[in-house]
């Protein structure tokens, strides 16, 4: 398995494995009109273009053979603070659960490191067990927030930071 970076190139994979990641993640605790909303506002190719262009995203894919598993973006210095955000980590169901998404954390942390960041944050729904995989990972439930997203839909996270 190989974590490469992504170029635009991939954006339509990128998107790919969001489309058929999301309704399982989220089935059981966001409507179907909230995850299409969701859906077309984060992984629409020229939002994920401006992700990288505009808002320095970087994707890392995790690549075995022709096919990718997953993927994971950050963002160095987020808020000019010396902390690095993910602000996703996707995995393909049948890639789940077989150590891919710590080493995509890892490499992050190493990433951030290298950058001189101290720590690596970011917003995890309230309800999904991703936040079990975190706190393994070493993060800690630091705040809760509610972002309104528009068209009466709500993010209802917790925000998470490990230190590095
Ligand atoms: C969340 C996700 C990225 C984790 O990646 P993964 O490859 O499945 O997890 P790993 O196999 O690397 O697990 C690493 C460790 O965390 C543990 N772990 C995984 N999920 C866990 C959970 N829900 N609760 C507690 N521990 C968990 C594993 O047992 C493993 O522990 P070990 O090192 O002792 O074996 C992946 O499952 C995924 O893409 N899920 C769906 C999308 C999602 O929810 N993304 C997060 C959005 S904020």
């Known amino acids: 398995m190989e974590l ?7 954006l ?7 489309y058929e990641t999301w309704p399982a993640t989220f089935g059981a605790i966001l409507s179907e009109k909230q995850i299409a909303y969701m859906l077309d506002w984060m992984y629409s190719i020229p939002s994920l273009t401006s992700q990288i262009d505009e808002k320095g995203h970087v994707f890392i894919l995790a690549q075995e053979g022709d096919e990718y598993l997953g993927y994971v973006s950050y963002e160095l210095n987020y808020s000019g603070l010396p902390k690095t955000k993910i602000h996703k980590i996707y995995l393909l169901p049948a890639s789940q659960g077989k150590g891919v998404g710590a080493l995509l954390i890892d490499r992050v942390g190493e990433i951030a490191t290298e ?3 101290k ?10 067990k991703a936040v079990g995989f975190y706190e393994k990972m070493g993060f800690n439930i630091v705040g809760n927030e509610t972002i309104d ?4 839909f709500l993010m209802e ?4 930071e490990k230190p590095l």
Request: charge should be positive; aromatic fraction near 6%; glycine fraction near 6%.
């Open 4 to 10: 490469i970076t992504a170029s635009k190139v991939h």
């Open 12 to 18: 339509p994979e990128i998107k790919r494995i969001a």
């Open 115 to 117: 950058n001189q960041n």
């Open 119 to 128: 720590a690596l944050l970011l917003n995890v729904n309230r309800y999904n």
């Open 149 to 152: 997203i528009g068209d009466g």
């Open 157 to 160: 996270d917790f925000m998470m």
